[in-house]
């Protein structure tokens, strides 16, 4: 088949880089405005990226791991979004810097007198978790170019080979994805309290990436099919498959969530509710019920019909709201450790998803413009896009 | 036993008119190798015109929808219709349960409450979903049962059963040429096109399946088998070692004999001097009354005091002293009748000393710790004095207008 590469717009990069000009310049004034608050934010925004890029890879993963052929033509979008990985090694830093500030389990005087940090020092110290946090970093990157390079190199020798080596390579991604994005919500989200602890908090945080992964590839994918950068071919079905996708694990995160919930609820016991108890009070407590309304209910009911899934428009608003309803759900999880009482909400909540938009925006540019659009050499891709059940093909 | 079986399942098809074929034609029907063909046959004959046609494959074979221009199916609706009533019967059902009939506390939760009434919501929402959807799949959209539509017992249908795509046009369609449909058959590649007559037996004829004997019989079957199966579930297999692993424990059962401690019993004592929970041992227990003090009655006289009082004293008290607590015992001389407690004594003593005697007993009276609690004993007190005053009103007791 024949593959004219065309540019995105410039715009972009305009967009992307006022954006994040405007939201990283007041990002930067936050910082010395309530150091607290600024920290907090940029923890949200951080899990925010990591969830789109990790979800993005876990995505790439799961089509060659499942043999999936019908997301083949959009793959590369979620190729690129996962290329965001590259910039967290430079977002981690300002954490790292301020591990004092925010962290209340790295001020050896607390952990002095208190029992239950102290013996959970050996995990939560500051070498360990400059270790760990570059290490989860560092498998990612591993992973993204083992796989990217690959499904490049294919779209000049069209060799199937690459992709039987790709599939190999996300079987053997799978357990190191979730176990550092378990590692992820642990380190920069759960360790916040140090005395609470949650096992099914790794899976909670594991399924809102997910989401996050195939909500991002049906926004970008929906944006570029209409503005005709992707094979015009591609049909309802194609995102029906992904809807459903998007649907069900929506199911799972509620699933997961109030799993969560029930056991700290029915158990009742001190060392768990103390977590819980502030986020179901006050302001934080129509932010819960706006949480299970916004997250769970409502993308429920509204995707529900078969016809809500075909219907593009639909798919297209709903993965903005439900990747407004992640960010909620970490600003949730985060935020109250800033303040208890009441929901912080002003123009610092406002500047980091900016900037986080506008990173996003500036990075998907930047890969988009050095690649093809479509993976032009993948033997799937014809199939892919006619959708036929039996591919002539046989791939293992 | 098995011919005799055999016998009666052929004479039983016999008499739904399964055996003969009438020369009236069905229609005309076509086996496809792969589930493409399939699709593109019916997709041509979809654009042929043809409007009374049906496709029949092992298993769903997606596409086909939208090549036979199906509408949509309106099944989804009973689904979330029935999902609906499910989750309602639920949520009914366990706040009627728990919250209404049977009000036991739970972890000191309340009695109705939301989150542990989701799991088993979530349960019945998709059992009550799943059932209507597929009973009403059978009986509202596919018309079952039918025991004698003419393409039962075919060549055709054994194979796309198992590993054939077909398709069959029927008569009845207006556009309906015998030869036209076979060549048009052949030229989609079909490998085996055949025609499909009546049964000899008229539809309209046939007995309801639901009472032929074979159904019947079937169940019947069916039935005792499982009651057969269950029965040696539940009382022989159970008891089967590695199944009993619920049954045999590793734990001491109540009064049982143990070789852990010396005395070779199960059960221990209590440390010396505990008390059971919500119990204060009584004081003054076994001593004469008149070494009782310093007890003042704790409740307030009100209403739902009196109440309480009145009721545990009529069914305690009652049956020796009397409804109006003169002594006039309804036990008819079988237990010997106790002394009013109108008498001076009984007006002029304190609080302390009836709650001592009902707590601690007199002469033949024995004590109600057992039956009576404190804050009850301390009511019916209360109840003793509204009938003592009831009966030695004082002047200033009458109300004067």
């Given at each position: 088949?024949?593959?004219?590469?065309?540019?995105?717009?410039?715009?972009?990069?305009?967009?992307?880089?006022?954006?994040?000009?405007?939201?990283?310049?007041?990002?930067?004034?936050?910082?010395?405005?309530?150091?607290?608050?600024?920290?907090?934010?940029?923890?949200?925004?951080?899990?925010?990226?990591?969830?789109?890029?990790?979800?993005?890879?876990?995505?790439?993963?799961?089509?060659?791991?499942?043999?999936?052929?019908?997301?083949?033509?959009?793959?590369r979008?979620?190729e690129?979004?996962?290329?965001?990985?590259?910039?967290?090694?430079?977002?981690?830093?300002?954490?790292?810097?301020?591990?004092?500030?925010?962290?209340?389990?790295?001020?050896?005087?607390?952990?002095?007198?208190?029992?239950?940090?102290?013996?959970?020092?050996?995990?939560?110290?500051?070498?360990?978790?400059?270790?760990?946090?570059?290490?989860?970093?560092?498998?990612?990157?591993?992973?993204?170019l083992l796989l990217f390079r690959n499904s490049k190199k294919q779209d000049t020798t069209k060799d199937v080979k690459y992709t039987l080596n790709n599939?190999?390579i996300?079987?053997?991604?799978?357990?190191?994805?979730?176990?550092?994005?378990?590692?992820?919500?642990?380190?920069?989200?759960?360790?916040?309290?140090?005395?609470?602890?949650?096992?099914?908090?790794?899976?909670?945080?594991?399924?809102?990436?997910?989401?996050?992964?195939?909500?991002?590839?049906?926004?970008?994918?929906?944006?570029?099919?209409?503005?005709?950068?992707?094979?015009?071919?591609?049909?309802?079905?194609?995102?029906?498959?992904?809807?459903?996708?998007?649907?069900?694990?929506?199911?799972?995160?509620?699933?997961?969530?109030?799993?969560?919930?029930?056991?700290?609820?029915?158990?009742?016991?001190?060392?768990?509710?103390?977590?819980?108890?502030?986020?179901?009070?006050?302001?934080?407590?129509?932010?819960?019920?706006?949480?299970?309304?916004?997250?769970?209910?409502?993308?429920?009911?509204?995707?529900?019909?078969?016809?809500?899934?075909?219907?593009?428009?639909?798919?297209?608003?709903?993965?903005?709201?439900?990747?407004?309803?992640?960010?909620?759900?970490?600003?949730?999880?985060?935020?109250?450790?800033?303040?208890?009482?009441?929901?912080?909400?002003?123009?610092?909540?406002?500047?980091?998803?900016?900037?986080?938009?506008?990173?996003?925006?500036?990075?998907?540019?930047?890969?988009?413009?050095r690649n093809n659009?479509?993976p032009v050499g993948d033997p799937?891709?014809?199939?892919?896009?006619?959708?036929?059940?039996?591919?002539?093909?046989?791939?293992? | 036993?098995?011919?005799?079986?055999?016998?009666?399942?052929?004479?039983?098809?016999?008499?739904?008119?399964?055996?003969?074929?009438?020369?009236?034609?069905?229609?005309?029907?076509?086996?496809?190798?792969?589930?493409?063909?399939?699709?593109?046959?019916?997709?041509?004959?979809?654009?042929?015109?043809?409007?009374?046609?049906?496709?029949?494959?092992?298993?769903?074979?997606?596409?086909?929808?939208?090549?036979?221009?199906?509408?949509?199916?309106?099944?989804?609706?009973?689904?979330?219709?029935?999902?609906?009533?499910?989750?309602?019967?639920?949520?009914?059902?366990?706040?009627?349960?728990?919250?209404?009939?049977?009000?036991?506390?739970?972890?000191?939760?309340?009695?109705?409450?939301?989150?542990?009434?989701?799991?088993?919501?979530?349960?019945?929402?998709?059992?009550?979903?799943?059932?209507?959807?597929?009973?009403?799949?059978?009986?509202?959209?596919?018309?079952?049962?039918?025991?004698?539509?003419?393409?039962?017992?075919?060549?055709?249908?054994?194979?796309?059963?198992?590993?054939?795509?077909?398709?069959?046009?029927?008569?009845?369609?207006?556009?309906?040429?015998?030869?036209?449909?076979?060549?048009?058959?052949?030229?989609?590649?079909?490998?085996?096109?055949?025609?499909?007559?009546?049964?000899?037996?008229?539809?309209?004829?046939?007995?309801?399946?639901?009472?032929?004997?074979?159904?019947?019989?079937?169940?019947?079957?069916?039935?005792?088998?499982?009651?057969?199966?269950?029965?040696?579930?539940?009382?022989?297999?159970?008891?089967?070692?590695?199944?009993?692993?619920?049954?045999?424990?590793?734990?001491?059962?109540?009064?049982?004999?143990?070789?852990?401690?010396?005395?070779?019993?199960?059960?221990?004592?209590?440390?010396?001097?505990?008390?059971?929970?919500?119990?204060?041992?009584?004081?003054?227990?076994?001593?004469?009354?008149?070494?009782?003090?310093?007890?003042?009655?704790?409740?307030?006289?009100?209403?739902?005091?009196?109440?309480?009082?009145?009721?545990?004293?009529?069914?305690?008290?009652?049956?020796?002293?009397?409804?109006?607590?003169?002594?006039?015992?309804?036990?008819?001389?079988?237990?010997?009748?106790?002394?009013?407690?109108?008498?001076?004594?009984?007006?002029?003593?304190?609080?302390?000393?009836?709650?001592?005697?009902?707590?601690?007993?007199?002469?033949?009276?024995?004590?109600?710790?057992?039956?009576?609690?404190?804050?009850?004993?301390?009511?019916?007190?209360?109840?003793?004095?509204?009938?003592?005053?009831?009966?030695?009103?004082?002047?200033?007791?009458?109300?004067?207008?």
């Open positions: 088949m024949s593959y004219q590469k065309k540019n995105l717009p410039s715009k972009i990069y305009l967009i992307g880089f006022i954006l994040f000009l405007i939201g990283g310049g007041l990002s930067a004034l936050a910082f010395s405005v309530d150091l607290k608050r600024a920290y907090m934010n940029y923890i949200v925004m951080y899990m925010f990226v990591v969830s789109v890029a990790v979800g993005s890879l876990g995505v790439v993963a799961i089509e060659y791991m499942s043999g999936a052929i019908w997301s083949t033509p959009f793959r979008v979620s690129f979004l996962a290329g965001i990985i590259f910039i967290l090694i430079i977002l981690v830093i300002p954490i790292l810097f301020g591990i004092q500030d925010i962290f209340k389990w790295s001020h050896s005087e607390i952990v002095m007198k208190d029992e239950i940090i102290k013996s959970k020092s050996a995990y939560l110290n500051k070498d360990f978790f400059i270790i760990r946090s570059l290490a989860c970093i560092v498998i990612w990157i591993f992973f993204y599939n190999k996300s079987v053997i991604f799978a357990p190191f994805g979730i176990v550092t994005l378990t590692i992820a919500a642990i380190d920069f989200m759960m360790s916040l309290e140090p005395h609470w602890y949650s096992t099914i908090y790794g899976v909670y945080y594991f399924a809102g990436s997910l989401i996050a992964g195939f909500t991002s590839l049906a926004l970008t994918s929906i944006l570029l099919l209409e503005n005709g950068y992707l094979d015009s071919r591609m049909s309802k079905r194609h995102y029906h498959s992904l809807g459903t996708l998007i649907f069900g694990l929506n199911i799972f995160w509620a699933y997961i969530a109030f799993s969560q919930f029930l056991l700290i609820w029915y158990a009742d016991i001190p060392e768990e509710t103390f977590w819980l108890i502030p986020r179901l009070q006050g302001g934080w407590g129509i932010i819960s019920l706006l949480l299970l309304f916004v997250h769970f209910i409502i993308p429920f009911l509204i995707l529900l019909p078969s016809t809500a899934k075909t219907n593009l428009k639909t798919l297209k608003i709903m993965s903005v709201w439900l990747l407004f309803a992640h960010w909620l759900d970490l600003f949730w999880l985060v935020m109250p450790n800033y303040s208890k009482d009441s929901v912080p909400l002003n123009w610092i909540e406002l500047a980091f998803p900016v900037t986080a938009v506008g990173l996003i925006l500036i990075v998907f540019k930047f890969i988009a413009d659009l479509i799937k891709l014809e199939n892919g896009i006619n959708l036929s059940l039996y591919p002539d093909l046989s791939i293992d | 036993m098995i011919k005799k079986l055999k016998q009666i399942f052929d004479k039983a098809d016999k008499d739904l008119g399964l055996d003969n074929r009438s020369e009236k034609l069905y229609g005309i029907a076509a086996l496809f190798d792969t589930p493409d063909d399939i699709i593109s046959a019916a997709a041509d004959v979809q654009f042929e015109g043809y409007e009374k046609y049906d496709v029949h494959t092992p298993y769903p074979v997606h596409g086909m929808d939208d090549a036979m221009k199906l509408k949509p199916t309106r099944l989804g609706f009973f689904t979330f219709f029935f999902g609906a009533i499910g989750t309602l019967s639920a949520l009914l059902m366990i706040w009627y349960m728990v919250g209404f009939d049977y009000k036991n506390i739970i972890g000191g939760k309340p009695f109705f409450n939301i989150p542990p009434s989701m799991p088993i919501t979530f349960e019945l929402t998709v059992l009550f979903a799943a059932i209507a959807t597929i009973s009403l799949m059978l009986i509202l959209f596919n018309k079952l049962p039918k025991v004698n539509h003419p393409l039962i017992d075919t060549e055709y249908m054994k194979r796309v059963s198992s590993d054939r795509f077909g398709i069959v046009i029927q008569q009845s369609d207006p556009k309906f040429n015998k030869d036209e449909i076979v060549n048009l058959f052949k030229k989609l590649g079909s490998s085996d096109i055949s025609y499909i007559n009546y049964f000899e037996k008229d539809e309209s004829n046939t007995k309801a399946p639901i009472i032929s004997i074979k159904f019947i019989l079937g169940n019947f079957v069916l039935f005792i088998g499982v009651s057969i199966i269950t029965y040696l579930t539940l009382n022989y297999l159970l008891f089967i070692t590695p199944f009993d692993w619920m049954n045999k424990q590793p734990r001491l059962m109540p009064q049982s004999s143990s070789t852990f401690f010396k005395d070779g019993r199960g059960m221990r004592n209590p440390v010396e001097g505990t008390v059971a929970k919500n119990f204060i041992p009584y004081e003054y227990q076994g001593m004469p009354d008149s070494l009782v003090k310093n007890m003042a009655n704790p409740l307030p006289v009100n209403d739902s005091v009196i109440n309480t009082g009145k009721s545990k004293f009529n069914i305690y008290c009652s049956p020796c002293h009397g409804y109006f607590a003169k002594g006039d015992s309804r036990l008819r001389g079988q237990f010997p009748n106790p002394p009013s407690l109108h008498t001076e004594k009984v007006r002029k003593w304190q609080d302390e000393n009836i709650y001592h005697v009902i707590t601690n007993g007199q002469n033949s009276m024995p004590s109600y710790t057992k039956q009576i609690t404190k804050d009850e004993r301390w009511a019916i007190i209360h109840y003793i004095r509204v009938l003592q005053r009831a009966q030695n009103a004082n002047d200033t007791d009458i109300e004067t207008k």
